[in-house]
């Protein structure tokens, strides 16, 4: 016997019932973008690898160690499983001349990679849902985009996710910041770990985004961006808090969110919860100006966020939010194999009118066990049994035989009255 092969580590199979869910999950997501008028985009998962090293930033966790890349063995280009996708929305953006005719609101549902150790809600493969609004540089651009994902959790029910809010400025702020920060951490540097270390004089704002809890009070006295922030960067951000005041959004500025891609400016943001442990991010995003001119295009400003779909998904789990599984409304029990092109073709009508039916299937030998056959009928949740019997089928009509309502005894249907009793069945349940 051949050896058994798994799946990657990291790199998860979603089986039912598990992936309706998921299904549950991208239908109220596209409903929402529906009504906030954004339209989905899809993107390659694999991207040239310089997309990733000029967007990112070369100096970063994702394109430093992360990031799962390879030589093209045909012609030798350099390549990238998709480590996120804002790149690569605006990649697809600039190559599509889609700003031509003015901005664009779109979104997006995929897989993406990252070669990073598997945790709690964490892969190297794992799924994000992302929105990005392109050519549009206004704050209330920036508040339609927040209300966006807020008006995500409302939809999904869920509780307890906090808005935190930052504005990383602009290119002479940060770096009039950065000199600052350097020129106190360098103070500092006996306490420094190996990783605040490594990126002291290369990319020092990341350190106030560490994790360990050793540095906590070092980068607490750290400057603060928004102390070096000049006055239309605090214009947009107070125009942005007053139209989330207005609505009645409540979030919390945090000084030291700066997000993890150097391609941020100005509005930063992260939807977090207490409930995950230590993987409390499940939705991120900010502004980013300068990335669509840095990646090749015609200067234009832009912003987006990214959820993470696993983190949601198990958030859901943990607030008890997830929907029952669902049944078949119907399953056909056969009595007679030969009988089974017949059933098959009535099958068929009860699905066109909406129904979900699930037909017996075993060993041709097996379809005269009609006691079997009401056996998997009951454990498969059914509503109901239909019995295709073969003295039925000569009457022209089917038993009906009700699997969840004692009260209810069996009856017939004619064949012909299917269609009729399948949409009254559908109108009743909805």
């Not at 239908?27 to 040239?48: C, D, F, S």
């Not at 307890?160 to 809010?165: A, C, F, K, M, S």
């Not at 998997?376 to 019995?387: C, N, Q, V």
Request: net charge negative; hydrophobic share 40%; charged share 25%.
């Amino acid at each position: 016997m051949a050896d058994k092969i798994s799946a990657v580590k990291g790199m998860n199979d979603v089986l039912p019932p598990q992936s309706g869910d998921w299904e549950w999950l991208e239908g109220i997501v596209r409903a929402l973008m529906q009504r906030h008028a954004y339209k989905n985009i899809r993107t390659p998962i694999v991207e040239p690898t310089g997309l990733f090293v000029r967007g990112l930033g070369e100096i970063t966790d994702i394109v430093e160690k992360e990031m799962y890349s390879f030589t093209d063995r045909l012609n030798g280009e350099e390549l990238t499983l998709r480590p996120e996708n804002t790149a690569g929305v605006v990649r697809a953006t600039i190559e599509h001349a889609m700003l031509y005719e003015g901005g664009k609101r779109l979104y997006y549902m995929g897989p993406m990679f990252r070669h990073e150790r598997p945790q709690r809600g964490r892969y190297r493969q794992f799924h994000q849902i992302g929105a990005e609004a392109l050519g549009f540089g206004g704050p209330e651009v920036d508040a339609e985009i927040i209300l966006l994902a807020h008006q995500l959790w409302k939809d999904l029910g869920l509780k307890d996710v906090r808005l935190e809010l930052n504005s990383l400025g602009q290119l002479p702020e940060r770096q009039a910041h950065r000199s600052a920060l350097i020129a106190y951490l360098e103070q500092h540097q006996d306490q420094l770990d190996a990783d605040a270390k490594r990126r002291l004089h290369t990319n020092p704002l990341r350190i106030l985004d560490t994790k360990n809890p050793e540095l906590q009070s070092l980068v607490n006295q750290a400057p603060i961006l928004m102390d070096f922030l000049g006055p239309d960067s605090l214009d947009h951000f107070n125009r942005l808090r007053q139209m989330l005041d207005v609505c009645q959004i409540p979030y919390q500025i945090n000084p030291r969110l700066v997000r993890g891609m150097d391609y941020y400016n100005l509005t930063v943001f992260e939807f977090i919860t207490d409930s995950l442990g230590s993987q409390g991010t499940i939705c991120g995003g900010g502004r980013y100006d300068s990335l669509i001119e840095q990646l090749g295009g015609k200067p234009a400003p832009a912003i987006g966020w990214a959820m993470g779909v696993e983190r949601v998904i198990e958030l859901l789990r943990e607030q008890q939010l997830l929907p029952t599984e669902p049944h078949p409304d119907v399953y056909a029990i056969v009595g007679e194999a030969k009988d089974l092109p017949q059933v098959l073709v009535h099958l068929q009508t009860l699905r066109a009118a909406g129904l979900s039916v699930q037909m017996h299937a075993s060993p041709r030998t097996e379809w005269s066990n009609m006691k079997a056959q009401f056996k998997k009928a009951d454990s498969s949740g059914a509503t109901y049994a239909l019995i295709f019997g073969p003295e039925e089928l000569q009457q022209g009509v089917v038993a009906r035989k009700p699997l969840r309502d004692g009260k209810q005894a069996q009856d017939t249907i004619a064949l012909d009255n299917l269609a009729q009793w399948a949409s009254h069945l559908q109108s009743t349940a909805h």
